[in-house]
């Protein structure tokens, strides 16, 4: 288990911090939170305000002592390059996880067997499944590559909706994530066609938005999708979703008549 401590971050952010904590360590991730300044000396990794100098001198004092740990620096602009970890202003738990993943990789380079893994969070029949994410945002696709891919799922990516379509011709797809703005046919238009498709209609469709307005969401019921997540997706929000898909998808292998067909009134909430 890695032990983070926080180095000066504003109120906000250590809240933000200690409820994506609360949400990851109920699911396995192998991460606490030290509580106070005398922990520091048990603490591997430091998320550090690196807008705030005296933040700073702390952290470049511990590291001159401490040289096996690891620091995110969290700040509005670039920090220099010296191998250390840099989260851009506004700090949120997609940014957060990712981050976590590059520093884990950084404390457990071979993977320690007396460690426990720090990136399992969703098991059984999820394990194995073939996502699809279409977003033209490089940043997204690589976010939900990462998140998705520690949880043992294949991840395929498309940058439109044409290259969604054929990947998802292609391949034998169990859930697709879908942005609502993309070049060409948007997300509403894709979304549709895939719900015409006869093989493809029972595939699950989340669409992803920056706007998840009451008249978006309309669109999207009327375009057959499946559930939305307003970006940036939080990782809370994203787990749900997948939590929701897992349950449906070990209850289709124990009943394999059943179509893959979530349940509106449990999955739209989100």
């Not at 067997?113 to 720090?118: E, F, S």
């Not at 209850?251 to 893959?260: N, Q, T, V």
Request: aromatic letters at 6%; charged letters at 20%; hydrophobic letters at 45%.
């Amino acid at each position: 288990m890695t032990c983070v401590a926080l180095m000066r971050l504003p109120v906000t952010e250590v809240y933000m911090v200690r409820s994506f904590m609360d949400v990851v360590s109920a699911r396995g991730l192998a991460y606490k939170l030290a509580e106070n300044t005398e922990q520091y000396s048990h603490a591997e990794l430091f998320i550090i305000d690196a807008d705030n100098h005296t933040a700073v001198t702390l952290w470049q004092t511990l590291r001159q002592q401490r040289r096996n740990v690891i620091g995110i620096l969290v700040s509005k602009t670039a920090v220099a390059d010296d191998g250390q970890i840099w989260i851009q202003r506004p700090l949120n738990s997609m940014k957060l996880l990712t981050a976590l993943g590059k520093a884990d990789m950084c404390l457990n380079p071979k993977g320690n067997p007396n460690r426990k893994k720090a990136a399992t969070i969703v098991t059984g029949n999820l394990h194995g499944a073939r996502v699809l994410v279409i977003d033209d945002s490089a940043t997204v696709r690589k976010q939900l590559e990462l998140a998705l891919g520690e949880q043992g799922v294949q991840v395929f990516v498309a940058d439109s909706g044409e290259a969604g379509l054929h990947a998802l011709s292609q391949n034998n797809i169990d859930l697709v994530f879908l942005d609502v703005m993309l070049p060409g046919a948007d997300g509403y238009q894709i979304c549709k066609t895939i719900k015409k498709n006869r093989q493809k209609n029972t595939v699950p469709v989340v669409m992803l938005t920056s706007k998840a307005s009451p008249f978006d969401r309309v669109k999207g019921s009327l375009a057959g999708c499946d559930s939305y997540l307003t970006k940036p997706v939080e990782f809370r929000r994203l787990i749900e979703v997948l939590d929701k898909f897992r349950v449906q998808r070990t209850a289709i292998a124990e009943k394999p008549g059943l179509p893959m067909v979530p349940d509106p009134a449990s999955v739209r909430a989100l």
